[in-house]
């Protein structure tokens, strides 16, 4: 007989379960007798002890072991016989009405994996990114690893300037009070480059070493210090040295420090334009996987498994307490953080590892082991020793998993963009690389 399965709301269901204490009870003595040929007992030499002070010691224990074993079996039996994918772990509540005697009833709710359908794919608008690296990115590139490494040089009667560093004290008040952290000396910064408010460094652009100036400076409602957050202060400057940057030349010192032994500056040119067209590829195929995997989820509406989705929210709250944690963030395993913050993220998550999961099946995108190791090539081409690295991924199970889990998206990003409608678009060097 067809085990009757009630829906309840949604992926939830319930269905009812039946053990015989007679089947419970024979293997209950069997595993008591089992204990009692060693067990040791004061009073009794080894395996000598009565069954019934065995049946004391040991039967709570292995009775309860029992029974959820039997509820076990009788829970597969019936996930077998009705074809449910049970998500998450089913909660048993016993059954007290309508047992028949000599047996034990409990109840198993639980949430079962949606029916997944594929969108239609070829309804799907998606925007294909490119970046083409010029030679002009590259100059800019150097550029800034030219002012990373600039040496300051004190300048008597010089304006502060973009890419000088200044060195000043300040003190801020708010309603002529002065507040933690709003007050410093011998301070140095270089202007431009984002380390101070803008409108602290507007003030400061202009001034000559030995010049004061008092401004007013509204902190933005979203600044990190909630005491001073959304509220205007007086600040009042002084400065002391105005330096200017003295980039380093292009030369053979130059490429050395930044890694080429032989000071050759064209090969160190090379390098720069490979590793940057290595991280502009990366950077495009994570835009194009956004746009796709945001497309896919969009076009979905299915149920998901509410306990999958607080599976993953929680996973992440124990990620973010880890983060913390070693940013050396004290009570870290005490701060609260709400689970419901990831609950939305979560859900798009579960939604869409269920549709991806589903696609890879269906059109058998599953990643084959050239692809795997060809992509693991292509990301030990980033460390000094290649071959090294493609043979440890290659002869680590779990490392080898990480990069089939990358191949796989990128085969379901690929398969996808071959079926949209897809509009391709050129991004500018600094947007893609957040420096514009």
């Not at 709400?338 to 993220?345: D, N, R």
Request: with cysteine; hydrophobic share 40%; glycine share 6%.
């Amino acid at each position: 007989m067809q085990p009757v399965v009630e829906k309840l709301s949604g992926l939830e269901r319930r269905v009812d379960l039946v053990v015989s204490l007679e089947d419970v009870e024979k293997e209950v003595q069997a595993q008591l007798k089992r204990v009692a040929r060693n067990a040791k007992v004061q009073g009794f030499r080894p395996g000598k002890a009565p069954l019934s002070i065995i049946e004391r010691s040991h039967g709570p224990g292995i009775r309860y072991d029992v029974i959820n074993e039997e509820v076990g079996r009788s829970l597969e039996k019936v996930l077998s016989e009705t074809e449910l994918r049970v998500a998450g772990t089913p909660t048993l509540e016993p059954k007290t009405e309508g047992v028949e005697e000599g047996t034990l009833a409990f109840s198993a709710t639980f949430e079962v994996y949606p029916d997944v359908e594929v969108p239609d794919l070829s309804a799907l608008a998606i925007t294909r990114s490119a970046c083409e690296v010029s030679d002009a990115d590259i100059q800019r590139t150097i550029d800034i690893l030219r002012k990373q490494r600039a040496v300051y040089e004190a300048r008597e009667g010089r304006e502060a300037s973009a890419d000088d560093r200044v060195t000043l004290d300040f003190v801020g008040r708010i309603d002529g009070v002065e507040f933690e952290g709003g007050k410093a000396e011998n301070f140095p910064f270089v202007l431009g480059q984002g380390r101070m408010l803008p409108e602290f460094e507007t003030a400061v652009t202009g001034m000559k070493a030995g010049e004061e100036k008092t401004f007013p400076l509204t902190f933005p409602e979203e600044y990190g210090s909630e005491e001073v957050a959304g509220k205007t202060a007086e600040f009042t400057i002084t400065v002391r040295e105005v330096a200017e940057g003295i980039l380093p030349e292009v030369d053979a010192e130059f490429a050395k420090q930044l890694g080429q032994p032989e000071g050759d500056v064209e090969k160190l040119l090379a390098d720069v334009r490979t590793n940057i067209e290595r991280e502009v590829k990366a950077r495009v195929q994570a835009r194009n996987k956004g746009s796709v995997m945001d497309a896919l989820v969009a076009a979905c509406s299915f149920d998901v498994p509410k306990s999958l989705v607080k599976n993953d929210a929680e996973g992440r709250v124990a990620a973010a307490r880890e983060d913390l944690k070693q940013r050396g963030v004290p009570n870290a395993d005490s701060m609260p953080i709400p689970v419901e913050a990831f609950e939305a993220e979560s859900e798009r998550r579960v939604r869409l590892g269920l549709l991806v999961s589903e696609l890879v099946n269906s059109a058998d995108l599953q990643a084959k082991p050239e692809q795997v190791r060809e992509r693991i090539e292509e990301f030990a081409q980033n460390y000094e020793q290649p071959a090294q690295v493609v043979a440890y991924y290659l002869s680590d199970r779990q490392r080898r998993a990480e990069i089939e889990a990358i191949v796989l998206e990128d085969n379901v990003v690929e398969y996808v963009l071959s079926k949209a409608q897809v509009t391709d678009e050129n991004v500018a060097f600094d947007e893609l690389m957040g420096t514009n």
